[in-house]
Every structure is written in structure tokens, then in C-alpha cells.
């Protein structure tokens, strides 16, 4: 059994992976349910005031988004905790403790950032809570809250420098992807005192058109999560990993245990998810976590810190790679079956059937790699 524990901003998880906030931990017995099936931390619904923007659309709110019918991701029209703050304090949060997971505990950043001073004391003077994660990246609302904050490292900076004033315990803030540089918002955040980084939120989007009746599938922008995520997510979290010194918790399109590596390799240390839970149901955790307890064993990894950020010293910009020798495509013919969709998918026409297989011609090749990674036999490399 290999050591799955990390340190998050002074606070021990038994193991990185995490409940984001969201449907699963819509009450205390979801994140209990989650903490059972042995995840390291759990975070509830963002937990704000009860007024009319928390309530969400109860006729639909959530469309899968399919690739040839498998869903790669999902949009959903749903703000924050449609429970009073009075049932969090008094009841669900003790309910979730149970379980016995590390307690980060989403909290909204509000309009004024002396009542999101006034939320941290509230929150933290249960006892319940072992760190807090300020919402400043929800997509949905109109105006005032959620990304209308996240998207200005000004409002940002002062909303963390209110709600860290308050704080006795480590207080993280949940940036939006919504933005051209997440650096500079990250730099912000941290000049304000955030311990650590939640990288990040859903994506803004919308969810198509039904074009037999011509109306929307849902009739709002929405957030977007899940599988298809990951790139936008990673992209992100790996600028924010280089730029700035800051601990980092993960989250977007976690469906095992390998983007939980991936994630820890690009600077994370704690890896939430959301949707494979909504799509799989508790059970998933287990099997992600045993499935990271193997792998660390397999590879003889002690510890998480020996392969935090390793993957980022190798990222550099697409003019430096540029300057590095050409590749070119090459069939290896005892793999190859001459189905021909390497022809097909080859822009520069490099690619010619010749004697029952199919041959490049090296001179025209301009070393793309989509041939390669199109191949259904993994007949194609790149030289
Ligand atoms: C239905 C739904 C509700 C969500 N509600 C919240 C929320 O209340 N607060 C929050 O910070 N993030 C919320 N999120 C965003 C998730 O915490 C997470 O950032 C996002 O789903 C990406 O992770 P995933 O790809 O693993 O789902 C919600 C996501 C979904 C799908």
C-alpha cells in the first residue's frame, strides 16, 4: 500500500483526490457517501446567502454534451447552495464531517467583500471546516457575483484580502478559466494572502440547438465540465504552476486515476472531480483511488512530492519548438493493412499506396502527426 497522503496549504488529506463543490456534495450526506467511499477531502455546494440568484432551474438544467453518442462533457444552469446557510451550520455540515475527509468548504465571494469577511467567520466558527475555498468563478450569474468578480484580479485582490483577513484557517480561492491570463488573476490572488489555488471552474458555454423544433437544449449559458475540459484546464493550471509560487488544487474532467497523475505532474496537489461522480456515482472514488494506490506501488514512487510538476520543465513555446529537427511519418508495412485513412486524413498528400500498403513520401511530409495518431493499428510513427 503505497503513501497516497499530501499536505494542502498545512492541512493533511489522506489521499489528493477531492469532492469538488457541486451536485455530489449538494448536502452533508453526499460529501458523507464520498468520504465513505475514501476520498481524501470533500467540498460542499457553494455556500452563500439565501436570495433569489441561488436558486437554480428545476425543469432541466443539465445537457450531455455526446461525441457519436458517448458524452464528453455536460452543461449545467446551476448556481450555488440552494440550502439556507442556517441548515449548513447547524446540520449538513456535521453530517459530511462524519465521513472523515478533510473539509474544504466553498463559501461565495459576495458582492461586498466585508459580508464575504462575515461568511469566513460564520463558516469557521462551526469548527467544522479545515479550509476554505472562495468562489469568485461560478459562470452563470447575471451580474455582482461568481466570474463578474473572478475575471478582475482587482476585485479578486480585494475580495481575497477581505475574506483572508477573517480566516483562521487556510483560505484558498476557485479561479474562472473564463479569462485570457489566469497568471496574472493567480498573482493577484496571492498578493492578497490565498494560501492555495482551485484552477479551476466551468467553462462558459452554451448547449446547441435541437434542430428539429429550432429551440435551445437549454435556454442559459451554463457551465461547462467533464472529459472534454481537461486541455483548457490544463493549459491553465500549467501557466499558473510556472508563473506563480502557490499551492494547487485541480479540478475539470477527472475520470481516473490517470488525469489525477497528469494533474500532480503539471504542479497540483490535490486533484478534485465532479462529473465522472454525477455520471458513475460514488463507487467511482474507490476505484480511482485504488487504481492510484497501484500505480504508485508499480512505479516505486513513495510520496506524490516525488513527481509534483515534473511535467513542466519540458513546456516551452511553439517558436522554440519550431527550431527543433523535422520529423516525418513513416508506415511500418508488417502493421499496416492499407485501409487507406492515413491517405485520406493527409493534408500535404505525403502519403501514396504502394505494393498493398501505403508508403510516405518523406519530401512532402511536414511532420503533423495526425496520420500517426489516426491510425487504428498504431502502424505509423514519426521519425
Ligand atoms: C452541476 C454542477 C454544479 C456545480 N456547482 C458548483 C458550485 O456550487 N460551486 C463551485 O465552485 N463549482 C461548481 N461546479 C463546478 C465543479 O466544482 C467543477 O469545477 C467542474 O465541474 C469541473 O470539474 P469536473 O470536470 O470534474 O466536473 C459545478 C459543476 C456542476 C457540473
Known amino acids: ?89 447547524t446540520k449538513e455540515l456535521a453530517v459530511a464531517k462524519e465521513g472523515g475527509a478533510t473539509m474544504h468548504i466553498s463559501i461565495l465571494a459576495m458582492p461586498d467583500p466585508e459580508d464575504t469577511a462575515k461568511l469566513v467567520e460564520e463558516i469557521q466558527s462551526t469548527g467544522m471546516a479545515d479550509l476554505l475555498e472562495l468562489n469568485v468563478s461560478c459562470p452563470m450569474p447575471a451580474s455582482t457575483v461568481g466570474m463578474h468578480i473572478g475575471k478582475s484580479a482587482e476585485r479578486t485582490f480585494q475580495q481575497v484580502k477581505a475574506g483572508k483577513s477573517a480566516a483562521k484557517i487556510p483560505f484558498t480561492v476557485k479561479l474562472t478559466p473564463n479569462v485570457a491570463d489566469m497568471v496574472e488573476i493567480a498573482q493577484a490572488a496571492k498578493e492578497a494572502g490565498a494560501d492555495g489555488l482551485t484552477i479551476s471552474n466551468s467553462i462558459r458555454s452554451f448547449a446547441g440547438v435541437d434542430i428539429d423544433t429550432g429551440k435551445p437544449y ?65 463507487e467511482c472514488i474507490t476505484k480511482i483511488i485504488k487504481d492510484l494506490d497501484q500505480w504508485m506501488d508499480e512505479k516505486g514512487y513513495q510520496s506524490f512530492d516525488q ?60 511532420g503533423c502527426g495526425v496520420c500517426q495518431q489516426l491510425c487504428p493499428l498504431g502502424a505509423v510513427a514519426l521519425h
Request: hydrophobic share 40%.
Open 1 to 89: 500500500m503505497a503513501n497516497l497522503n499530501v499536505n494542502y496549504c498545512g492541512v493533511n488529506y489522506r489521499n489528493p483526490l477531492v469532492l469538488a463543490s457541486a451536485t455530489p456534495g449538494w448536502d452533508g450526506e453526499g460529501m458523507r457517501l464520498a468520504a465513505q467511499a475514501g476520498i481524501g477531502g470533500v467540498i460542499p455546494k457553494t455556500i452563500g446567502p439565501k436570495q433569489d440568484w441561488a436558486a437554480h432551474p428545476c425543469n432541466g438544467r443539465i445537457f450531455m454534451h455526446r461525441y457519436h453518442g458517448k458524452p464528453i462533457g455536460q452543461i449545467n444552469l446551476e448556481l450555488f447552495t440552494t440550502m439556507t446557510r442556517d441548515q449548513w451550520l
Open 218 to 282: 437549454l435556454c442559459g449559458y451554463g457551465g461547462y465540465t467533464g472529459p472534454a475540459i481537461k486541455p483548457v484546464i490544463m493549459r491553465h493550471l500549467s501557466e499558473v504552476a510556472r508563473n506563480v509560487d502557490i499551492p494547487i488544487s485541480a479540478v475539470g474532467g477527472v475520470n481516473s486515476y490517470r488525469e489525477v497523475i497528469e494533474y500532480i505532474m503539471l504542479g497540483a496537489t490535490t486533484v478534485q472531480l465532479c462529473t465522472a461522480v454525477m455520471w458513475n456515482g460514488y
Open 307 to 366: 513527481i509534483r510538476g515534473i511535467a513542466l520543465k519540458d513546456i516551452t513555446t511553439v517558436e522554440e519548438l519550431a527550431k527543433l529537427p523535422a520529423k516525418h511519418a513513416a508506415v511500418d508495412s508488417s502493421k499496416c493493412t492499407n485501409c487507406g485513412l492515413c491517405q485520406k486524413v493527409c493534408m500535404y498528400r505525403a502519403i501514396s499506396e504502394k505494393d498493398g500498403a501505403r508508403v510516405v513520401d518523406a519530401a512532402k511530409c511536414d
